[in-house]
């Protein structure tokens, strides 16, 4: 049975900095693209940023280039956001999923509907 835990979610200021993890169990968690997305009230679940099983590659959205770092660690089966710089705009809950199909050679990455595994979510407060 495959299990995604997010943590690390909180309430900073803006400018502040946060770190989610995401552990994985049930998977061969190397062979598996993992995304992070974000979904705001009232608004559908986007795209943050996502990376290849050997962690070489990564792609993220506009909004948060420079700012959010994705990497994987696979010994531990886990991968990371490091959120720098947070703004209000960031304020949402924050999801990990899971899909070993997915490359980053095409746009399909940025598609929720297209990954297995989700995790339940941790919620980001940024306070202006």
């Known amino acids: 049975q495959v299990h995604l835990v997010e943590s690390g979610g909180g309430l900073v200021q803006a400018g502040d900095s946060l770190r989610l993890s995401c552990a994985a169990s049930?998977?061969?968690?190397?062979?598996?693209?993992m995304g992070w997305f974000r979904q705001a009230p009232g608004k559908e679940r986007e795209f943050v940023a996502a990376i290849n099983g050997n962690g070489g590659t990564t792609k993220y959205t506009d909004s948060v280039k420079g700012r959010f770092t994705i990497s994987r660690d696979n010994a531990k089966k886990t991968v990371y956001l490091q959120m720098n710089s947070l703004k209000s705009e960031d304020t949402a809950v924050y999801y990990c999923?899971?899909?070993?199909?997915?490359?980053?050679?095409?746009?399909?990455?940025?598609?929720?509907?297209?990954?297995?595994?989700w995790g339940q979510g941790t919620q980001v407060t940024v306070s202006s």
């Open positions: 049930g998977i061969i968690f190397s062979i598996y693209t």
């Open positions: 999923a899971a899909d070993r199909k997915i490359t980053l050679l095409s746009g399909s990455y940025r598609a929720p509907s297209l990954y297995d595994y």
